[in-house]
């Protein structure tokens, strides 16, 4: 049993960040720790008035309380995180927590569709690439991956612009990336897995219908997968087609607008990681 610390937002309501990974995480069979970087009423997409608690006053004390009883990680695991400061907590706790052999995972969930989420700016897109660079392995889609690099924004893009995308994660220390929500025909989608030099990919069936924290939902899966000693080709593909089954599993609910049913989905997650 493997022992992973998640460090993220908690949203009261919305079916993303620390509310899709711990359950998705134990699911997978880990021990998993939290860090909750922030707490809101709900989500910030689509939704108006939230309230928002920034917890980063909280963070160095629980740091340096795990520091004294000698607890660390096989993996950290980061998703939204509220500020540059958490950024900058985030490698201390890298530095102090990891497990020798452990894998550190960042998803820079900061933007979408070739905007930022509300309350980041660039400054913070510039800081978030310097934690990546210290990351094992980094899950950005491509918005995040070009505010992250200066490297162009496309909707309609081919082969040769991912692989560019690719060589700019690379020149800012970024070795291993899957990159996610790669689209090069109207009818899939898929992910990029770069170790390195190699790069595979993996596409599926793509449903136009956009929905919210599907993203968390596949770098929960995709950590999970790991952690039960599968490859990090393995892995895209098994987190890719659990995100499509959850997605699958909420359309037609137009009163489910705030994210996806992943709960309805975790035993097909199980089946695919031979569970």
Same mark, same amino acid.
Request: hydrophobic share 40%; aromatic share 10%; proline share 3%.
């Given at each position: 049993?493997?022992?992973?610390?998640?460090?993220?937002?908690?949203?009261?309501?919305?079916?993303?960040?620390?509310?899709?990974?711990?359950?998705?995480?134990?699911?997978?069979?880990?021990?998993?720790?939290?860090?909750?970087?922030?707490?809101?009423?709900?989500?910030?997409?689509?939704?108006?008035?939230?309230?928002?608690?920034?917890?980063?006053?909280?963070?160095?004390?629980?740091?340096?309380?795990?520091?004294?009883?000698?607890?660390?990680?096989?993996?950290?695991?980061?998703?939204?995180?509220?500020?540059?400061?958490?950024?900058?907590?985030?490698?201390?706790?890298?530095?102090?927590?990891?497990?020798?052999?452990?894998?550190?995972?960042?998803?820079?969930?900061?933007?979408?569709?070739?905007?930022?989420?509300?309350?980041?700016?660039?400054?913070?897109?510039?800081?978030?690439? !310097?934690?990546?660079?210290?990351?094992?392995?980094?899950?950005?889609?491509? !918005?995040?991956?070009?505010?992250?690099?200066?490297?162009?924004?496309?909707?309609?893009?081919?082969?040769?612009?991912?692989?560019?995308?690719?060589?700019?994660?690379?020149?800012?220390?970024?070795?291993?990336?899957?990159?996610?929500?790669?689209?090069?025909?109207?009818?899939?989608?898929?992910?990029?897995?770069?170790?390195?030099?190699?790069?595979?990919?993996?596409?599926?069936?793509?449903?136009?219908?956009?929905?919210?924290? !599907?993203?968390?939902?596949?770098?929960?899966?995709?950590?999970?997968?790991?952690?039960?000693?599968?490859?990090?080709?393995?892995?895209?593909?098994?987190?890719?087609?659990?995100?499509?089954?959850?997605?699958?599993?909420?359309?037609?609910?137009?009163?489910?607008?705030?994210?996806?049913?992943?709960?309805?989905?975790?035993?097909?997650?199980?089946?695919?990681?031979?569970?």
């Amino acid at each position: 049993m493997k022992r992973v610390a998640s460090i993220q937002d908690i949203s009261c309501l919305g079916q993303c960040s620390m509310t899709v990974a711990l359950p998705i995480l134990s699911a997978c069979g880990q021990e998993t720790c939290i860090i909750p970087s922030a707490v809101l009423s709900t989500h910030t997409g689509g939704f108006t008035d939230f309230t928002f608690r920034d917890l980063s006053d909280d963070i160095p004390a629980i740091s340096a309380h795990w520091q004294k009883e000698g607890i660390d990680f096989d993996a950290i695991y980061t998703g939204y995180l509220g500020s540059i400061k958490q950024i900058d907590m985030v490698k201390d706790l890298f530095a102090k927590h990891t497990r020798a052999g452990g894998v550190k995972i960042v998803d820079p969930a900061m933007a979408d569709n070739g905007k930022l989420y509300y309350g980041f700016d660039q400054a913070y897109a510039d800081a978030m690439a !310097t934690l990546c660079s210290e990351a094992d392995l980094v899950l950005p889609n491509i !918005t995040e991956s070009c505010f992250m690099t200066g490297f162009e924004y496309k909707e309609a893009y081919d082969e040769e612009y991912v692989v560019l995308l690719l060589k700019a994660l690379e020149d800012k220390g970024m070795k291993n990336v899957i990159l996610t929500g790669i689209s090069y025909s109207a009818d899939t989608t898929g992910v990029v897995v770069k170790l390195g030099k190699d790069i595979q990919y993996y596409s599926h069936k793509r449903i136009p219908v956009g929905s919210h924290g !599907t993203g968390d939902v596949f770098a929960s899966a995709f950590s999970g997968a790991l952690l039960n000693g599968k490859s990090e080709f393995e892995s895209a593909k098994i987190a890719a087609e659990y995100t499509l089954r959850c997605i699958e599993n909420t359309q037609g609910d137009e009163n489910h607008r705030y994210g996806v049913k992943f709960e309805t989905a975790i035993p097909y997650l199980l089946e695919l990681l031979g569970k």
